[in-house]
Structure formats: C-alpha cells, structure tokens
C-alpha cells in the first residue's frame, strides 16, 4: 500500500509540476504580448509627438516670419470698413492698390502695434488648437 500511495503521490506532484510549468508559459507569453503591444503604442506616441512637434514649430516659424514682416513695415494689416452712410461723407479712405483704381468695400490699415498684438492672439490660438489635436490624438491612441 505504502508503494501504491507513493506512486500516486510522484504522479499528482508530477502533474502538478506540469500545470504550474503550464502556467509559468502562459503567463510569460501574455507578459510578452503585453511588452509588444505597450511598445506599438509607445511608438505611435512618439510619431504623433513628433508630428505634434513640427506641426508646432511650424506655426512658430510662421507666426515669426508675419511678426518680423509686419515689424518692418513689410506686411501691413488692413479691416474691412463698414459703408458709410449716404450723403455722411466721412469715413476713413480705402487703400488702394497698385493700379490707384478701388473696386473693393473700403479697408483701413491697423496701427502696426495692434496689428502685432492680433498676431500674438492668433499665435496663442493657434498653438492651443495645435495642443488640442496632440491631446486628442494622444486619448485616441490609448484608447485602442
């Protein structure tokens, strides 16, 4: 009897060593899929930040350029006028264009400082809505 219980016993042991070995894979092999899968997405972070990036940079660049153009006179920025009344015959001149002849509503030239102030605001809008779409990429991106 005491040969038959210890022969049971190497065998229930044998198996039991079999599925935690069993086991042991299992769990490896889902750390190893989940090791892949965390570093698909890391990389897809990465280029989205990298496109987040330039796409920044860009806006930087451009937004640069416009406050160099417009600090030397180089670029001048101009609003559309209302029409004056009939008959009023005040209002501010149009600018007019390189043929002297105005075909278009009036405009009239912003003061260089306010002109530079707008392209602050637009440069601040621009980066917030660039901040944006790198969130929103960012959420899409752990999302799946």
């Given at each position: 009897?005491?040969?038959?219980?210890?022969?049971?016993?190497?065998?229930?042991?044998?198996?039991?060593?079999?599925?935690?070995?069993?086991?042991?894979?299992?769990?490896?092999?889902?750390?190893?899929?989940?090791?892949?899968?965390?570093?698909?997405?890391?990389?897809?972070?990465?280029?989205?930040?990298?496109?987040?990036?330039?796409?920044?940079?860009?806006?930087?660049?451009?937004?640069?350029?416009?406050?160099?153009?417009?600090?030397?006179?180089?670029?001048?920025?101009?609003?559309?006028?209302?029409?004056?009344?009939?008959?009023s015959g005040c209002g501010v001149p149009a600018t007019t264009g390189a043929g002297g002849v105005v075909h278009e509503a009036?405009?009239?030239?912003?003061?260089?400082?306010?002109?530079?102030?707008?392209?602050?605001?637009?440069?601040?809008?621009?980066?917030?809505?660039?901040?944006?779409?790198?969130?929103?990429?960012?959420?899409?991106?752990?999302?799946?």
């Amino acid at each position: 009897m005491d040969a038959e219980w210890q022969a049971k016993s190497a065998k229930k042991t044998n198996e039991f060593q079999l599925e935690r070995e069993a086991a042991a894979v299992a769990v490896i092999n889902w750390q190893g899929a989940e090791q892949a899968r965390r570093r698909a997405v890391e990389d897809q972070l990465l280029a989205k930040d990298k496109i987040h990036h330039q796409e920044l940079t860009n806006a930087q660049t451009t937004q640069a350029r416009l406050r160099d153009r417009l600090a030397t006179s180089d670029l001048r920025l101009s609003v559309l006028l209302a029409a004056p009344a009939q008959g009023s015959g005040c209002g501010v001149p149009a600018t007019t264009g390189a043929g002297g002849v105005v075909h278009e509503a009036p405009r009239g030239e912003l003061d260089p400082a306010a002109a530079q102030r707008i392209v602050a605001v637009t440069d601040a809008g621009d980066q917030g809505l660039i901040a944006l779409r790198a969130c929103q990429a960012y959420v899409r991106g752990i999302e799946q």
